[in-house]
């Protein structure tokens, strides 16, 4: 959890894409899009946590999803 010495980290869209390293389209398409994305309001806008966004990535792998197939 974080403390206020490690304040979390927003990401607006455009951000969060450039985070991942993906086109904002392709955020739009892959990732945002996916209900298991945590994301919340501030006014109009959507942030996310780059915490959030790392978690996600991790639980959706090749990797993790080939060991959930066997």
Known sequence: MNNHNNPPILLNREQAANFLGIDPKSFDKYVRSS???NRFMI???ER???EDLILF???HSILKQAKNID
């Open 35 to 37: 209900i298991e994305l």
């Open 48 to 50: 996310f946590l780059a």
């Open 57 to 59: 990535i991790r639980n």
């Open 43 to 45: 006014g109009r806008q």
